[in-house]
């Protein structure tokens, strides 16, 4: 799904007027057109009750951060494109909404055993900076190569964090071996 997701987003990108005008059924000049709309070609695994959902469930916690209109990114996609400032998150990432919801979204038994997860930076810091605030205990194991910076800011949020690793994978494989008995929390799925 993955595969077929990007090459959605690249073909988009090329042509986005093209592409919204085959899935809803237009001719070029965006005229309605007899023929039905081409069948999409894969299902999103999220759907939009699912994010609306998420919305209500995060918002208390989440910074509702702005955006700022990209002219070369709206000349390049011939439409226009805004650029979310999610930098102006606690945690400097767009990774906080996932985060948060995913802790939330936990049994109040599996929020006491702690959750568990892989990252080198910026998922790391939106697990700590929200489990904190949740009461949700969090340990996550960075690799070796991880910025300092963002070790010591997710220590300073109150997460466990464990240098292991050469890379994220090796970090993944660690964290999941090690801590069976809790939730692992996903930062890129």
Known sequence: RSRALQRSVRRVLRSPRRCLSEVAG???EGEATKQPARKKPFELPVTYEDVSRAYYRIRSGIVRSTTSYSETLSALCDCDVYLKRDFEQA???FKERGARNALMLLSEEKKS????AASAGNHALALAYHGAKLGV???VVMPVTAPMTKV???RKYGAEVLLKG???GEAKEFAM???PDRSYINGYD
């Open 26 to 28: 237009a001719d070029d």
């Open 91 to 93: 945690s400097g990432s």
């Open 113 to 116: 055993k702690g959750v568990v």
């Open 137 to 139: 205990p969090v340990t």
């Open 152 to 154: 010591e800011r997710s």
């Open 166 to 168: 050469a890379h994220i």
């Open 177 to 179: 071996e090690t801590f």
